[in-house]
């Protein structure tokens, strides 16, 4: 399950996981997927292209914004949020 909110700049993903979910492609992954289990909290931050610019001068190294993925790993499960406010991002239709 995923769901998507957007509150004017704020962007939050939030995605939930769990071992009878059968929506990957590929049925190997899908099978050794689960075989490792894990058990905890973990987090990422990364940088992201900002909407301060547009155009060329969007890649400059100051229109970058930094992103948070917030992670739980239960034994059958996992959920993770992607938060990020100012990112730039587009919609493939």
């Not at 239960?74 to 991002?89: M, P, Q």
């Amino acid at each position: 399950m995923i769901i998507r909110k957007k509150i004017g700049k704020l962007k939050v993903n939030i995605v939930f996981r769990y071992q009878g979910d059968n929506v990957g492609t590929d049925e190997v992954f899908e099978k050794t997927k689960w075989q490792e289990k894990k058990l905890g909290i973990w987090w990422k931050t990364y940088d992201a292209v900002g909407t301060k610019y547009k155009g060329k001068q969007m890649f400059k190294s100051d229109n970058s914004i930094k992103k948070v993925l917030f992670g739980l790993n239960l034994i059958w499960a996992n959920l993770w949020f992607d938060i990020s406010y100012g990112a730039f991002s587009f919609t493939i239709k």
